[in-house]
């Protein structure tokens, strides 16, 4: 098969994300199915690694629930994930941090630089709607 068809069909099927790093805490916002109904669940934690790319990139996200540590590998553009914020940048000199797992309580979600960052991929609303709309008030 011909690699530019299916660089097309890519990329029409690729999400809008934000620019997630290693080191990062992100809040994933994740359609949960039950019975009939679909919900939101967020799950929020450290960034341990990133892999793949276009379409098959995929973010190892662990995070700590009541001293247990849950780990969750989500595709960034799968359709079940909603959207992702990013809350904090922590700066890091490895690519995959998977010493973290052998790391108890505060320690294991200890990232140095630590830096307020707030990253998501909704759509803003454009400057010129926001200008036309002001006007038209006037």
């Given at each position: 098969?011909?690699?530019?068809?299916?660089?097309?069909?890519?990329?029409?099927?690729?999400?809008?994300?934000?620019d997630?790093?290693?080191?990062?805490?992100?809040?994933?916002?994740?359609?949960?199915k039950?019975?009939?109904?679909?919900?939101?669940?967020i799950?929020?934690?450290?960034?341990?690694?990133?892999?793949?790319?276009?379409?098959?990139?995929?973010?190892?996200v662990?995070?700590?629930?009541?001293?247990?540590?849950?780990?969750?590998?989500?595709?960034?553009?799968?359709?079940l994930?909603?959207?992702?914020?990013?809350v904090?940048?922590?700066?890091?000199?490895?690519?995959?941090?998977?010493?973290?797992?052998?790391?108890?309580?505060?320690?294991?979600?200890?990232?140095?630089n630590?830096?307020?960052?707030?990253?998501?991929?909704?759509?803003?609303?454009?400057?010129?709607?926001?200008?036309?709309?002001?006007?038209?008030?006037?």
């Amino acid at each position: 098969m011909n690699t530019e068809i299916l660089n097309k069909i890519e990329v029409k099927q690729m999400k809008n994300r934000p620019d997630v790093k290693v080191g990062d805490t992100v809040k994933l916002y994740m359609k949960i199915k039950e019975g009939n109904k679909e919900r939101i669940q967020i799950f929020e934690g450290l960034v341990l690694s990133l892999k793949g790319t276009g379409l098959g990139k995929t973010v190892t996200v662990r995070k700590m629930s009541s001293g247990v540590a849950v780990e969750r590998i989500v595709p960034m553009h799968s359709p079940l994930l909603d959207k992702i914020e990013v809350v904090q940048r922590g700066k890091v000199r490895k690519s995959k941090l998977y010493y973290v797992r052998e790391k108890i309580g505060k320690r294991a979600l200890k990232v140095s630089n630590l830096k307020d960052v707030y990253l998501t991929d909704e759509v803003a609303p454009a400057v010129e709607e926001v200008v036309e709309s002001t006007e038209e008030s006037k």
